[in-house]
């Protein structure tokens, strides 16, 4: 019998569709993508340049664990100066994505039977994550009447002497919440009070509109700097994706045991990667500052487009670039051999008659929407919601 941990683990469903959608396009099928969050831009120009050089000077051979000096410190410096966390090349582990640096971070963390707080509708991984590691995912709703904002009341009711850590990720995949400074202090106020780790997903930073405001909780004060794991990386802001390239900052002893499971596992991510990310982190931002206000426009148009599709109900979420369409009015409704029950039966619906993707809410614990991402041109986003409205009208 294979180990009941993965059994009971749900494959990742952004991870599968992007395979299902690229089935569809080597068939000849146009689809409209908006299912994966990743940038629709070139890695710019000087990162690339960068890795270019260290491939020229042979920079090709295994790195340090927890990554190369250069870019530990390059991390730190950001981390100080940007987040305002108190932070040094010693609390810095460079991971394969933002994706290792939170698995690592609730391996290194939970026991079996510690329970961990996610706040939901949460990314596709972190339950799973939580499960692998033998520990319990306690879920806590954010709701959509609150703008999917952090209600510490209800936080609070979840919190027992089994919580090892809770999981934030703030701007929200899938939702786009930017949580508040004051609802941020609210939960480190809590955390330090019970020896509560957090694990503060910040990989979309980067990406706000209007007055959204990112701030990052180990900066508070020394204490919950402690008990904080910050983690990023540079995929979303950079157009980095496919470089697997995040890291995580935290406490130095906490750090170590981070480090030996890398150690233990992948070792340290691409030489070549981590030449490109420190010309990423010191090189120009203003190729990142386009990219936010390209997805602006994009959001500001979209925004407007789902709102005016009958049935369709539509938050302004502030941050990241998803939105999340309230897709329930259509449950009970049908089309030729499409019944839609779900967000999962709507997903499908979209790709087969609109060939649409979009990545059905319940994958995120949000089972009445849908995500749209919006990292793709505004040309095929304008095609995309065309088709899609298309196919809600034949719902009956
Ligand atoms: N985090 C992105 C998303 O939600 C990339 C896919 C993944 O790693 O889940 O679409």
Known sequence: MFNKRVLNVKPSATAELIGKVADYKRRGIDVMQFNVGEPDFDTPAHICDEARLALDNGFTRYTAVAGIHELRESIAKKLKNENGIDCAAENVAVTVGGKQAVYNSIIALCNEGDEVIVLTPCWVSYIEMVTLAGAIPVLVET?????????????????????????????NNPTGA???????????????????????????????YENGQHHSIASF????????????????????????????????????????????????????????????????????????????????????RLNEMENISCAKATGAFYLVPNISKFFGKSYNEYSINDSFDMADYL??????????????????????????????????????????????
């Open 143 to 171: 709701k959509e009447e609150e703008d999917f904002l952090l209600n510490i009341d209800n936080l609070k009711k979840a919190v027992t002497d089994k919580t090892k850590a809770i999981i934030i990720n703030t701007p």
């Open 178 to 208: 930017v949580y508040t400074r004051a609802s941020l202090e609210e939960l480190a106020e809590l955390a330090v009070a019970n020896n509560i780790y957090v694990i503060s997903d910040e990989i979309y930073e980067k990406l706000l």
């Open 221 to 304: 004060n020394e204490d919950i700097n402690k008990l904080t794991l910050t983690i990023n990386g540079f995929a979303k802001a950079f157009a980095m994706t496919g470089w697997r390239i995040g890291y995580v900052a935290g406490d130095k002893d906490l750090m170590k045991q981070l480090i030996k499971i890398q150690g233990h596992s992948t070792s340290a991510t691409n030489s070549i990667a981590q030449k490109a990310a420190v010309a990423a982190l010191e090189g120009t931002q203003e190729p990142v500052a386009h990219m936010v206000s390209e997805y602006a426009n994009r959001r500001e148009f979209l925004f407007k």
């Open 351 to 396: 790709l087969d008659e609109a060939k649409v993707a979009v990545v059905p809410g319940k994958a995120f614990e949000m089972p009445n929407n849908i995500r749209i991402a919006y990292s793709n041109s505004l040309d095929n986003i304008k095609e995309g919601m065309n088709r899609m409205e298309e196919a809600f009208g034949k719902l009956k």
